[in-house]
T-cell receptor
Framework: DSGVTQTPKHLITATGQRVTLRCSPR?????VYWYQQSLDQGLQFLIQ???????AKGNILERFSAQQFPDLHSELNLSSLELGDSALYFC?????????????FGPGTRLTVT | SQQGEEDPQALSIQEGENATMNCSYK?????LQWYRQNSGRGLVHLIL?????REKHSGRLRVTLDTSKKSSSLLITASRAADTASYFC???????????FGGGTRVLVKP
């Protein structure tokens, strides 16, 4: 158990809908990262937040947005969903006070868009 | 886009044998990490090697890094059926930066 929690575990929704994925980092970790894993694209970095502020952006679509709240949990919002958005979405956290290198991953949310 | 390639894409070995997989990357890095993923589950951090290190050990794992060739290898010694998983290398340009993953190596350890 990495200490990172994600909800829900599974999500099935229809095209055009909007969903919110939630992540709670390990206690004390200030950085949260979101990654998408799909068969065709592999593991791709989406976005990073550090202590409530956006720090880095990767291959994140404009239909997707994220935020990190004062209690450090983060949410990834996916809207106008398309079939191609079906994937595993992971969040990870790291502790930069002790180096900030290793990232600890949550169990993921499997999104299926039908 | 992914940072690099992993080789082989798949590996099948008998329990007790060693498993070696390689990772190549394209740009300069601060560190390289290896992760394990069991069938569609979360990634588990295995080991990190910094760019100024050449070799690192952790239990049955041995990682090497050759920055001149932009490549790394992961050796799992005396493999067990429980080692069956996908293994990914990931690079970071600095601490606290995003990870860029390779395509992964699927390892099957047969009892």
């Amino acid at each position: 158990d990495s200490g990172v929690t994600q909800t829900p575990k599974h999500l099935i929704t229809a095209t055009g809908q909007r969903v919110t994925l939630r992540c709670s980092p390990r206690s004390g970790d200030l950085s949260v990262y979101w990654y998408q894993q799909s068969l065709d694209q592999g593991l791709q970095f989406l976005i990073q937040y550090y202590n409530g502020e956006e720090r880095a952006k990767g291959n994140i679509l404009e239909r997707f947005s994220a935020q990190q709240f004062p209690d450090l949990h983060s949410e990834l919002n996916l809207s106008s969903l398309e079939l191609g958005d079906s994937a595993l979405y992971f969040c990870a956290s790291s502790d930069e006070k002790t180096g900030g290198y290793e990232q600890y991953f949550g169990p993921g949310t499997r999104l299926t868009v039908t | 886009s992914q940072q690099g390639e992993e080789d082989p894409q798949a590996l099948s070995i008998q329990e007790g044998e060693n498993a070696t997989m390689n990772c190549s990357y394209k740009t300069s890095i601060n560190n390289l990490q290896w992760y394990r993923q069991n069938s569609g589950r979360g990634l588990v951090h295995l080991i990190l090697i910094r760019s100024n290190e050449r070799e690192k050990h952790s239990g049955r794992l041995r990682v090497t890094l050759d920055t001149s060739k932009k490549s790394s290898s992961l050796l799992i010694t005396a493999s067990r059926a429980a080692d069956t998983a996908s293994y990914f290398c990931a690079t970071a340009k600095a601490a606290g930066n995003k990870l860029t993953f390779g395509g992964g190596t699927r390892v099957l350890v047969k009892p």
